[in-house]
């Protein structure tokens, strides 16, 4: 299974990095920023923002690193560390200003689901993009996950926190839930 194989690629920088080579570390922020940054992007709903909290979740790895134990996948850790950066982010802009609900109509998500579940463009995006918000804080992070980043059930119920059965569950009444909201025709 190609995850597998990353997984071993993984842990060997991260062993590597351990070992005193930082070029190790450099290669683990080239094979994960770019979908590190999708998922922020989805969060905190700006290029830059997205940025700063990818940035932020790397300082953070880099300083972390020598700590981390195996217990998840380093792809799973470092999106535990991007999720908790983009909620606090979230959390912390929404008490500076309200959310602008018509920007995220307006502006239509720039990066497209690399999932299974690849599906609409324009009017449509938007009308997606705001049912997927709707949904439950667990179902949302587990939907997305899932769709967007294409991660396996292991992986995103070690970064919901929770079981894989409950993970898997949470995906279906998301689903269900997208289908009640956009119709039976848009989520195919």
Known sequence: MASDDRVDVDLALVERFRGGER????????????????MARRYVKNDADAADVVQQAFVRAFRGLD????ASTVRTWLYR???????NHVRDRAREQ???DDELAAHAESTRATGPQRI????????????????????RLVLELRVYDDLPFKDVADL??????AAKVNFHYAVRRLRELLGAEVIA
């Not at 560390?81 to 909620?87: D, R, S």
């Not at 995006?125 to 804080?137: G, Y």
């Not at 919901?160 to 059965?165: I, L, R, V, Y």
């Open 98 to 100: 309200p959310a602008d």
């Open 23 to 38: 070029a190790a570390f450099d290669e683990l922020v080239r094979r994960h920023q770019q979908a590190l940054w999708r």
């Open 160 to 165: 919901a926190d929770c079981t894989e059965n």
């Open 67 to 70: 700590r981390f134990r195996a």
């Open 81 to 87: 560390i991007a999720i908790n950066l983009a909620l």
């Open 120 to 139: 609409i463009d324009g009017e449509d995006q938007a009308r997606l993009r705001a049912a997927i918000e709707a949904l439950p804080p667990k179902q």
